[in-house]
């Protein structure tokens, strides 16, 4: 058979993975939209490596923008087989499919009127739920046979809700090799999810590498933190924290984490308000799927039936809200989306508030090169935001700890189970080039042997 690594190599987007069995049949592992760099955003996004009718099954880890967001393309561009992945991720898709939908046409509106010419956008809200018929989900944990020759198991990734690793039997020529994906890794030991499970004895690992040669900092420490930042912004200076979160999955962390620290008396009576309908969406999605929590979600469950809400907590669901909000001189904390900061409402916030001290912007996730969100981390004296130069005269504050992906440690101890023998490569995917070398010597240092770190449309014969 033959892999084919066609997105997040050497970068953390656009993950998308293709499988060609000797007798023809085509598998493909996410199908997700590019995020990074403006100027390669329309090349990448708009075409493929492979025809998308030609592709027998697709594969889906989990629901993140950059692991799905290309699929309602995939299906306009005429791909015609299932959709696998788990019921929760089915969920969040759907959601995040029409949020993406509704994205790309105000974007190409948008620039059909910067550019003065006709722009269509990748896809609209018609190709999203088009594409939601082909979907059809599975359990976690049980072989589920996608035709005499391929079987699929997903076992719990601890990433987002419904995230999942990918583990293929593929039996070709009498012979059985088991194929991994490990989709995107999450934490040991988090909040509401449960820990991610290890996959089983593999012949070829892809495997994600977004924190290689990085540990991220420890969560007790960090609620301290947290609480120090609150308290200092919206307390003594009186400012607005604003914190950019990917409405699925760190939004309901960071609200879960507070519901917990108002109950137990440490957070003051602040107002918090989670700028985003998606958000409010994806909240109802995992309050439908108690399956993917882990036992500490449970007991807090008896107490709460509410984990993600609380008084003095508010939905912000229309623009006008919105951008009342963006006026408000009220001391608050703002979360809201893109978790990057490159879009979305939390970008508006971040440009009428960057240029006052008092207010701090707290960077919670993982941000690409090129971001605002990356831009902000490195402190620069101005930022530009809309075509304008706006001072950065707010603190900026980075908290590691919240991250949805493993650390160098964590990611180690996922693969640590595997038989060195056995595993014939390892292909590093979903991190910029800097981490996955760092990776790669870690995993050298572990006695792991073949360690690949593949450039966007290589080919391998496995
Ligand atoms: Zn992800």
């Given at each position: 058979m033959k892999l084919q690594i066609?997105?997040?190599?050497?970068?953390?987007?656009g993950s998308c993975h293709f499988i060609t069995l000797d007798n023809g049949y085509k598998i493909l592992l996410d199908c997700g939209l590019y995020q990074g760099h403006e100027d390669e955003l329309e090349d990448f996004n708009s075409r493929w490596l492979f025809k998308p009718s030609d592709i027998d099954v697709l594969v889906l880890s989990h629901a993140h923008i950059d692991h799905c967001g290309r699929i309602p393309k995939l299906v306009k561009d005429g791909f015609r087989g299932q959709i696998i992945c788990t019921s929760a991720t089915r969920d969040l898709s759907s959601i995040m499919l029409l949020d993406s939908a509704h994205i790309q046409e105000s974007d190409a509106k948008h620039n059909s009127k910067r550019q003065h010419k006709n722009i269509k956008p990748l896809y609209t809200e018609k190709d999203s739920k088009i594409c939601l018929r082909y979907f059809t989900s599975i359990e976690y944990d049980i072989w589920h046979p996608i035709n005499e020759f391929v079987k699929v198991q997903f076992l719990d990734a601890g990433h987002i809700l419904g995230s999942a690793t990918v583990t293929l039997k593929i039996t070709e020529n009498n012979k059985e090799t088991v194929f991994g994906f490990s989709g995107d890794v999450g934490r040991y030991n988090r909040p509401v999810l449960k820990d991610p499970v290890q996959m089983p004895a593999l012949d070829y690992l892809i495997c994600e590498?977004?924190?290689?040669?990085k540990k991220h900092e420890e969560t007790p420490e960090s609620d301290e933190k947290f609480l120090q930042i609150i308290k200092d912004t919206i307390l003594t200076k009186k400012g607005k924290l604003i914190i950019p979160a990917f409405s699925i999955g760190r939004t309901q962390e960071i609200l879960y984490r507070l519901d917990k620290l108002y109950t137990e008396g440490r957070l003051e009576n602040i107002k918090v308000f989670v700028d985003s309908p998606l958000a409010i969406n994806a909240t109802d999605v995992f309050i439908m799927h108690p399956e993917c929590f882990d036992e500490e979600m449970h007991q807090f469950l008896m107490t709460?039936?509410?984990?993600f809400g609380w008084k003095n907590m508010k939905y912000v669901k229309t623009v006008e809200e919105s951008k009342a909000l963006n006026e408000s001189n009220q001391p608050c904390m703002i979360i809201a989306g893109s978790g990057m900061a490159n879009a979305g409402r939390v970008k508006h916030h971040i440009f009428h508030q960057v240029d006052q001290d008092k207010n701090t912007i707290l960077i919670v996730g993982y941000c690409a090169d090129g971001t605002i969100g990356q831009r902000l981390i490195q402190k620069p004296e101005t930022i530009k935001i809309f075509g304008i130069e706006k001072k950065v005269a707010a603190q900026i504050e980075v908290m590691s700890s919240m991250s949805a992906h493993a650390d160098e440690p964590e990611l180690l101890q996922f693969v640590s189970n595997q038989d060195k023998e056995k595993l014939k490569s390892i292909f590093l995917v979903h991190g910029e080039l800097k981490r996955q070398e760092a990776f790669k010597t870690a995993l050298q240092n572990n006695n792991f042997k073949k360690i690949i770190i593949p450039e966007l449309g290589d080919e391998f014969e496995l």
């Open positions: 066609c997105g997040a190599a050497q970068t953390v987007t590498s977004t924190y290689g040669g709460d039936d509410n984990p």
